[in-house]
């Protein structure tokens, strides 16, 4: 089992940055791919981003393809979401997941999940 913290969240004007943590304790992060997911207030969580548990594979929503970047540190143990160019649909609660593939956009796949860090982009 695993256990996931995820922070870096907050409040940005539109056009800013943000960077997203999340680290892990337990079981070490390398042996698990890795997704984020967002959930925004009144609709489903939805699939953002994932890697794979070396880092050489990497998976985006088109909504934000060219816009946010996911990376990994194992020896940190730790996976980011490098988030450019926010705009106000990318307010939501962003959480981490493992347990899956990084191929799986369902959420349902995923075993593990961090408590979210709220992201909100002001227009």
């Known amino acids: 089992q695993v256990h996931l913290v995820e922070s870096g969240g907050g409040l940005v004007q539109a056009g800013g940055s943000l960077r997203l943590s999340c680290a892990a304790s337990?079981?070490?992060?390398?042996?698990?791919?890795m997704g984020w997911f967002r959930q925004a207030p009144g609709k489903e969580r939805e699939f953002v981003a994932s890697?794979?548990?070396?880092?050489?594979?990497?998976y985006y929503a088109d909504s934000v393809k060219g816009r946010f970047t996911i990376f990994r540190d194992n020896a940190k143990g730790t996976v980011y979401l490098q988030m450019n160019s926010l705009e106000p649909a990318d307010t939501a609660v962003y959480s981490c997941?493992?347990?899956?593939?990084?191929?799986?956009?369902?959420?349902?796949?995923?075993?593990?999940w961090g408590q979210g860090t709220q992201v909100t982009v002001s227009s």
């Open positions: 997941a493992s347990g899956g593939s990084y191929y799986h956009t369902d959420p349902r796949k995923y075993d593990y």
């Open positions: 337990g079981r070490t992060l390398s042996a698990y791919d």
């Open positions: 890697i794979n548990w070396s880092g050489g594979m990497t």
